[in-house]
């Protein structure tokens, strides 16, 4: 079983920074695609971006120039570094893992989410 535990969420103000961090723990024989999703209020789990192991990045539009995703393959973490932050960004953000256990298909794991809050 693999765990993902996330860090790094506040309240922050307009065109503010904050990043988030998330560690994979457990059985972990490898681990893919590593990213991050979001949920506003009142609103859908939209994804937010995503990072291969090989470091390949995808984004969603809304964030482009804004976010930047990273990984460290050797801790098994994920990270969010968020610039020019916007009230539209307030939202829980969710960290995934796809992690083989063992040398087979890989499985989605999640994160128990962290409160991003952007105001004045």
């Known amino acids: 079983q693999v765990h993902m535990v996330e860090s790094g969420g506040g309240l922050v103000q307009p065109g503010g920074s904050l990043r988030l961090s998330c560690a994979a723990s457990?059985?972990?024989?490898?681990?893919?695609?590593m990213g991050w999703y979001r949920q506003g209020p009142g609103k859908g789990r939209e994804f937010v971006a995503s990072i291969t192991r090989g470091g390949d990045t995808t984004y969603v539009d809304s964030v482009k120039g804004r976010f930047t995703i990273s990984r460290d393959n050797t801790k098994n973490t994920v990270s969010l570094q968020m610039n020019s932050l916007k009230p539209e960004d307030t939202a829980v953000y969710f960290c995934?893992?796809?992690?083989?256990?063992?040398?087979?298909?890989?499985?989605?794991?999640w994160g128990q989410g962290t409160q991003v809050t952007v105001s004045s």
């Open positions: 457990g059985s972990i024989f490898s681990i893919d695609a």
């Open positions: 995934y893992a796809d992690a083989r256990t063992i040398p087979s298909t890989p499985s989605r794991s």
